[in-house]
T-cell receptor, first 110, second 113 residues
Framework: EAQVTQNPRYLITVTGKKLTVTCSQN?????MSWYRQDPGLGLRQIYY???????DKGDVPEGYKVSRKEKRNFPLILESPSPNQTSLYFC?????????FGSGTRLTVV | QQPVQSPQAVILREGEDAVINCSSS?????VHWYRQKHGEAPIFLMI?????EQKGHDKISASFNEKKQQSSLYLTASQLSYSGTYFC??????????????FGTGTRLTIIP
């Protein structure tokens, strides 16, 4: 089954404690992306990747890092999380009508 | 920069029609429309390419005016299942010369019986 898998689904952490949200797709897509969703602000792009070792900033990249060492994986790294990064995060891959979202990760930073 | 959607929210009675608009200040490659149910991932509805085309899917259709850089989503004879938040996504030219997909702020649609 074609899918984008994010882990974890829910995460509560403390300020400053490094964390990684994983994203994996099994569709051999080149394009992958991370978004955060906040009430009234819609889906805002954090980072995206056109292929292995090719990444670029989206609209709200501050406080986040990404890496793309393999085609299937695109982890989102928060080196020093802060409360303003509390949000619902979505990973997505593909292009056009094949653009597929993961189930989301609800992150709370206290 | 995010596309701007309007209205932000709308409440309809079952059977009524709705129009959701989306505009961008940047040159577009294509427009995507998605629907998201509360707590779930957005689901693809349709994609419109340059050329002013109009597409339909059951009683949901959309148009794309590339000159005005605007797209509109039309929901006809709305059903309860249409409730959710609708997002437009614009494909723009990225730093790599390829497309990147940027989403609008969303329109929350509530259908009541």
């Amino acid at each position: 089954e074609a899918q984008v898998t994010q882990n974890p689904r829910y995460l509560i952490t403390v300020t400053g404690k490094k964390l990684t949200v994983t994203c994996s797709q099994n569709m051999n897509h080149e394009y992958m992306s991370w978004y955060r969703q906040d009430p009234g602000l819609g889906l805002r792009q954090i980072y995206y990747s056109m292929n292995v070792e090719v990444t670029d900033k989206g609209d709200v990249p501050e406080g986040y890092k990404v890496s793309r060492k393999e085609k299937r994986n695109f982890p989102l790294i928060l080196e020093s999380p802060s409360p303003n990064q509390t949000s619902l995060y979505f990973c997505a891959s593909g292009i056009g009508q094949d653009y597929t979202f993961g189930s989301g990760t609800r992150l709370t930073v206290v | 920069q995010q596309p701007v959607q309007s209205p932000q929210a709308v409440i309809l009675r079952e059977g009524e029609d709705a129009v959701i608009n989306c505009s961008s200040s940047k040159a577009l490659y294509s427009v995507h429309w998605y629907r998201q149910k509360h707590g779930e991932a957005p689901i693809f509805l349709m994609i419109l390419l340059k050329g002013g085309e109009q597409k339909g899917h059951d009683k949901i259709s959309a148009s794309f005016n590339e000159k005005k850089q605007q797209s509109s989503l039309y929901l006809t004879a709305s059903q309860l299942s249409y409730s959710g938040t609708y997002f437009c996504g614009y494909e723009l030219i990225s730093n790599f010369g390829n497309e990147k997909l940027t989403f609008g702020t969303g329109t929350r649609l509530t259908i009541i019986p």
